[in-house]
């Protein structure tokens, strides 16, 4: 059974930084794609950033353009966990933050926050102005 466990969440000021990690237990990202989401209260989730892989592509980056150039995500070579270096961050960034993972996404899904079909419990993000 796949588990993911979400951690690394916290309250900051804005401009500084956190790194989020999702442990994947029950799963190996051979193919398909991890994914951070985020909610905030009011709003719908949205996909913040994930990575992609199969077997021509070993591991890539997307984002969404609310955090491209100040988020970075990044999997560990055992393609069990999956991070989210967060940096200048801002108050609109405030929210739950969820790993996303799907065993059969391909890019064109996975980059659109597609498709994804097992979800950790989230861990908060708060950042203050």
């Known amino acids: 059974q796949v588990q993911l466990l979400e951690s690394g969440g916290g309250s900051v000021e804005a401009g500084g930084s956190l790194t989020l990690s999702c442990v994947a237990s029950?799963?190996?990202?051979?193919?398909?794609?991890m994914a951070w989401f985020r909610q905030a209260p009011g709003k719908e989730r949205e996909g913040v950033a994930g990575?992609?892989?199969?077997?021509?592509?070993?591991?890539?980056?997307f984002y969404s353009d609310s955090v491209k150039g100040r988020f970075t995500a990044s999997r560990d070579n055992a393609k069990t966990t999956l991070y989210l270096q967060m940096d200048s961050l801002k108050p609109e960034d405030t929210g739950m933050y969820y790993c996303g993972a799907t065993k059969y996404g391909a890019w064109n899904t996975c980059s659109q926050f597609s498709g994804y079909d097992y979800w950790g419990q989230g861990t908060q993000v708060t950042v203050s102005s």
């Open positions: 990575v992609f892989s199969s077997y021509y592509t070993p591991a890539a980056a």
């Open positions: 029950g799963y190996t990202v051979s193919g398909g794609c």
